[in-house]
């Protein structure tokens, strides 16, 4: 489990963040470190940034130094031997990020969900170090890291061996085989599913093409029809894709595990950005407290720690029924102004997990920072209706031009109305 990350020189601002055992969700404006602070816990678990194992990924690139001075990684995390920290300092001729000689510390089970579609999985059976004439090699992969078209069409090794055969390879030969990985992908889907009238049901394969010989798994959606997965909507395939991953890396573990004659991994940790990407919001609101309890129940007797990054209030509302202060953490990006002539700078905050009840409440919450949940010309005139109502005096033709402009913007239940009416009829401007 990742406990703490601190970066210093690196990133949009100098941070220390400590972070729950369970959940931790990551929230602030776009362009202020939340994906680069989730590469940052990939690299500080794994050693490895995702585009330097996979140049095809146009995201995950190595950190570099924010200014002149040393640059700082220093974080910690519970390894499978012992807890792990340290501080790693860029060494700018080298062009890297120093590291502890010897054989690295083991953190378990580690899965990267990244915005544009693709994944990174750093397996302790599959990618860690072995003994070989004494001294400690690394000759196995250092990571599995897929681009979004590798997810679904597979991830070839350097010497043109397969290291994963694909979402559709792999789904149309379990769904072939019926054993326990295909059971497990429909209780994984069945589990991320928005809801019992909306279940992502495997169909019967299929094929789309005179020219592709692959059988082509298929969802079957509500109105009945078997749709290839390759033609089914974003958040479709976006939960698609997070449903294979999980299976397919515990799979692929156990496999692993068995031939090494060695246990199985107690430690999970699941790093997502942007977990609301491409989703409706009935999708949305389950997402969170979805992906914690299937992948518990998947690797069963395992820790599952989460990451993840989120611009949804939705998502943010879906939490507090199982939000736990003693194992779960909320951070926020904000951006501050400056008291003096300098440019503002980028905060990060633990902030306290504070129920709101609702998504339009959390709109206006530290977390997304809105005057309001309406539309910008609706809070607008809401405004100058406001400071209206508390003058002693108030212009009747300006009150009957703002009137107007309500009428044009707001429903006729909304509960401004009461106010408005009450205080223009008793003036006379109604």
């Known amino acids: 489990?990742?406990?703490?990350?601190?970066?210093?020189?690196?990133?949009?601002?100098?941070?220390?963040?400590?972070?729950?055992?369970?959940?931790?969700?990551?929230?602030?404006?776009?362009?202020?470190?939340?994906?680069?602070?989730?590469?940052?816990?990939?690299?500080?678990?794994?050693?490895?940034?995702?585009?330097?194992?996979?140049?095809?990924?146009?995201s995950g690139k190595k950190a570099l130094p924010r200014g002149n001075g040393d640059a700082k990684i220093g974080f910690?995390?519970?390894a499978k031997s012992k807890p792990v920290e340290y501080v790693s300092t860029y060494a700018r001729r080298d062009e890297a990020w120093t590291g502890q000689p010897g054989r690295p510390a083991n953190p378990g089970l580690v899965v990267y969900a990244m915005a544009d579609g693709g994944f990174a999985v750093w397996d302790p059976a599959r990618n860690y170090w072995r003994t070989q004439e004494g001294m400690d090699v690394q000759d196995?992969?250092?990571?599995?890291?897929?681009?979004?078209?590798?997810v679904w069409n597979g991830l070839a090794g350097a010497e043109g061996n397969w290291l994963c055969n694909g979402l559709i390879r792999d789904w149309a030969s379990w769904q072939?085989?019926?054993?326990?990985?295909?059971?497990?992908?429909?209780?994984?889907?069945?589990?991320?599913?928005?809801?019992?009238?909306?279940?992502?049901?495997?169909?019967?394969?299929?094929?789309?093409?005179?020219?592709?010989?692959?059988?082509?798994?298929?969802?079957?959606m509500l109105y009945g029809k078997d749709v290839a997965v390759v033609h089914a909507s974003s958040g479709m395939r976006r939960v698609i894709a997070l449903a294979y991953f999980l299976v397919w890396c515990w799979e692929e573990h156990q496999k692993a595990a068995k031939l090494l004659s060695e246990q199985t991994t107690t430690q999970v940790v699941f790093l997502i950005d942007e977990v609301e990407c491409h989703l409706h919001p009935k999708w949305q609101r389950q997402i969170i407290p979805a992906l914690l309890n299937v992948t518990k129940s998947l690797i069963a007797g395992a820790e599952?720690?989460?990451?993840?990054?989120?611009?949804?209030?939705?998502?943010?509302?879906?939490?507090?029924?199982?939000?736990?202060?003693?194992?779960?953490?909320?951070?926020?990006?904000?951006?501050?102004?400056?008291?003096?002539?300098?440019?503002?700078?980028?905060?990060?905050k633990k902030r306290p997990f504070i129920r709101h009840g609702d998504a339009s409440r959390w709109l206006m919450s530290e977390a997304f920072d809105l005057g309001s949940a309406r539309s910008l010309e609706s809070e607008m005139v809401l405004k100058e209706a406001a400071e209206i109502?508390?003058?002693?005096?108030?212009?009747?033709?300006?009150a009957k031009a703002l009137d107007s402009q309500l009428r044009g913007l707001l429903g006729d239940t909304d509960p401004f109305w009461i106010r408005w009416r009450y205080v223009g009829e008793k003036q006379g401007w109604l």
Request: glycine share 4%; charged share 25%; hydrophobic share 40%.
């Open 389 to 398: 109502l508390s003058e002693q005096v108030i212009d009747h033709g300006k």
């Open 176 to 220: 072939k085989e019926n054993g326990t990985a295909y059971r497990s992908l429909c209780t994984v889907l069945d589990a991320l599913s928005p809801d019992a009238a909306e279940k992502l049901v495997p169909g019967e394969l299929t094929r789309i093409s005179l020219d592709d010989v692959r059988d082509i798994p298929t969802v079957r």
């Open 140 to 150: 196995r992969p250092s990571a599995y890291v897929f681009s979004p078209t590798e």
């Open 304 to 348: 599952v720690q989460l990451l993840a990054v989120t611009h949804s209030p939705l998502v943010m509302a879906s939490v507090e029924p199982i939000f736990n202060d003693t194992l779960d953490a909320w951070f926020d990006l904000d951006l501050v102004a400056a008291h003096d002539e300098q440019s503002p700078t980028v905060e990060f």
């Open 76 to 78: 910690s995390f519970t």
């Open 1 to 58: 489990m990742l406990k703490h990350l601190k970066l210093t020189n690196i990133g949009p601002a100098d941070t220390e963040l400590e972070f729950g055992k369970r959940l931790n969700l990551i929230t602030g404006d776009n362009g202020l470190g939340k994906s680069f602070l989730m590469d940052v816990a990939w690299w500080s678990m794994t050693r490895k940034w995702p585009a330097e194992i996979n140049p095809e990924l146009t």
